[in-house]
């Protein structure tokens, strides 16, 4: 085995655990890596297809990465209230028992 089929594949088993990632940073970090490796067996060999789309493909990772981090970095906004319309049912209930009413508004049923 050759230097180049060891870049090979660590580049294909970086590209298999990209798509077993849950979490987007470390996908793209995956991604990232074997970008690198896919460009040094393209390179290593002569694998124009190879290398050019790893090539694009690692500016466009970097950039997603880029972008994902900087979104982490925002301030979080609180989610407005909305005002919602309580179903028929509960609206006749409410409306007959008076107790329940008062006893909703404390946050008990």
């Given amino acids: 085995m050759t230097i180049w089929d060891t870049a090979g594949y660590l580049a294909s088993s970086l590209v298999i655990t990209a798509f077993c990632m849950k979490d987007i940073r470390q996908l793209r970090l995956a991604a990232l890596v074997s970008n690198v490796a896919f460009l ?4 290593g060999l002569g ?5 050019l789309l790893h090539a694009i493909l690692l500016p466009v990772n970097l950039w997603r ?6 979104r982490d970095h925002l ?35």
């Avoid at 990465?65 to 900087?70: A, F, K, T």
């Avoid at 989610?79 to 009413?101: D, F, G, I, L, V």
């Fill in 75 to 109: 301030p979080v906004r609180e989610p407005q209230a909305q005002a919602t319309r309580p179903t028929a049912k509960y609206s006749r209930r409410m409306r007959r028992r008076p107790a329940m009413r008062y006893a909703a508004s404390l946050g008990r049923s």
């Fill in 65 to 70: 990465l880029w972008q994902h981090r900087s």
């Fill in 47 to 51: 694998l124009v297809p190879v290398w």
């Fill in 40 to 43: 040094v067996y393209g390179l």
